[in-house]
C-alpha cells in the first residue's frame, strides 16, 4: 500500500519561499508582534473582514472603492518602519482594535513585513494568520492537512526570535497530534528554539527580549 507523503515546512522569510512551495499547502504566516496578532485582535472584536495589501496607496485607494456603496465601512490599518501612517485610521497595536472601532468593518491592513509575508503565501490553498493568541485554532485548522507551510515575516529581511519560536510552538503542538509529517531543516531547528526554552520563564519575558519585543 502506498502511504502518501506529509511535509510541514518553515520559512524564515518570506523571501526563503521557493517558486512551487506552497502549491496546494495549508499556510500559517506569522508575524507575531504585530500583524498577525492584530488580526487575531480584529477578529476577536468582530471585524467584518480583513484584506492585506502589501502597498500604501493600493489600501487607500480600495477604501475609496469599497466606500462608494457602503460609506464609513472600511477602516485603514497598518504601519511603516513602526510608525503610524498619514491618513489612516488605527496603527498596528492590537490592543486599539476593539469592538467600538473595529465591529462589522473592513479592514485593510498594511504593515511592513506581515503583510509582504501573506503575498508570498498566496501560492497556498488556504491561509491562516497566527499568533500566540489563536495558536490553537492553527493547529485545528492545520492539522489534516497533508503539506503545511509556516511563513514567517521576519524584520526587514532579517530573521527575529519572536517568530520562530512561535513557529517552533506550532511545529511542536502539530508533531504531538501526528508525527508522520516530514519537516524542513527550518521546521527541526524552530521545534528546537521552542521546546529548549525556559520553561519557568514566562512567555512576555521571553517575548520582551526579541526584536519586536
Same mark, same amino acid.
Given at each position: 500500500?502506498? =502511504? *502518501?507523503?506529509?511535509? #510541514?515546512?518553515?520559512?524564515?522569510?518570506?523571501?526563503? @519561499?521557493?517558486?512551487? $512551495?506552497?502549491?496546494? %499547502?495549508?499556510?500559517?504566516?506569522?508575524?507575531?508582534?504585530?500583524?498577525?496578532?492584530?488580526?487575531?485582535?480584529?477578529?476577536?472584536?468582530?471585524?467584518d473582514s480583513i484584506i492585506p495589501l502589501t502597498d500604501i496607496d493600493e489600501a487607500r485607494y480600495l477604501k475609496t472603492v469599497l466606500e462608494k456603496e457602503k460609506p464609513g465601512?472600511?477602516?485603514?490599518?497598518?504601519?511603516?518602519?513602526?510608525?503610524?501612517?498619514?491618513?489612516?485610521?488605527?496603527?498596528?497595536?492590537?490592543?486599539?482594535?476593539?469592538?467600538?472601532? =473595529? *465591529?462589522?468593518?473592513? #479592514?485593510?491592513?498594511?504593515?511592513?513585513?506581515?503583510? @509582504?509575508?501573506?503575498? $508570498?503565501?498566496?501560492? %497556498?490553498?488556504?491561509?491562516?494568520?497566527?499568533?500566540?493568541?489563536?495558536?490553537?485554532?492553527?493547529?485545528?485548522?492545520?492539522?489534516?492537512?497533508?503539506?503545511?507551510?509556516?511563513?514567517?515575516?521576519?524584520?526587514?529581511?532579517?530573521?527575529?526570535?519572536?517568530?520562530?519560536?512561535?513557529?517552533?510552538?506550532?511545529?511542536?503542538?502539530?508533531?504531538?497530534?501526528?508525527?508522520?509529517?516530514?519537516?524542513?531543516?527550518?521546521?527541526?531547528?524552530?521545534?528546537?528554539?521552542?521546546?529548549?526554552?525556559?520553561?519557568?520563564?514566562?512567555?512576555?519575558?521571553?517575548?520582551?527580549?526579541?526584536?519586536?519585543?
Amino acid at each position: 500500500m502506498n =502511504v *502518501k507523503s506529509r511535509f #510541514l515546512n518553515v520559512y524564515a522569510l518570506p523571501s526563503a @519561499v521557493t517558486a512551487g $512551495a506552497l502549491d496546494g %499547502a495549508g499556510a500559517a504566516v506569522i508575524d507575531v508582534l504585530r500583524a498577525t496578532s492584530v488580526a487575531a485582535f480584529a477578529a476577536a472584536s468582530g471585524v467584518d473582514s480583513i484584506i492585506p495589501l502589501t502597498d500604501i496607496d493600493e489600501a487607500r485607494y480600495l477604501k475609496t472603492v469599497l466606500e462608494k456603496e457602503k460609506p464609513g465601512s472600511v477602516l485603514l490599518g497598518g504601519e511603516r518602519f513602526g510608525l503610524p501612517i498619514d491618513g489612516f485610521d488605527l496603527g498596528n497595536s492590537p490592543q486599539h482594535y476593539t469592538p467600538e472601532k =473595529v *465591529k462589522g468593518k473592513t #479592514l485593510i491592513q498594511t504593515t511592513t513585513n506581515g503583510t @509582504v509575508a501573506v503575498e $508570498a503565501a498566496k501560492p %497556498a490553498a488556504k491561509i491562516i494568520l497566527a499568533s500566540f493568541l489563536n495558536a490553537q485554532t492553527v493547529v485545528n485548522v492545520l492539522q489534516n492537512e497533508e503539506r503545511i507551510a509556516i511563513v514567517c515575516a521576519g524584520t526587514n529581511g532579517v530573521e527575529t526570535e519572536e517568530d520562530l519560536l512561535f513557529a517552533g510552538c506550532l511545529v511542536s503542538r502539530l508533531l504531538s497530534l501526528n508525527s508522520a509529517w516530514q519537516q524542513n531543516e527550518t521546521a527541526i531547528r524552530v521545534q528546537q528554539l521552542w521546546e529548549e526554552r525556559n520553561p519557568g520563564e514566562p512567555l512576555t519575558e521571553t517575548l520582551r527580549r526579541s526584536c519586536g519585543g
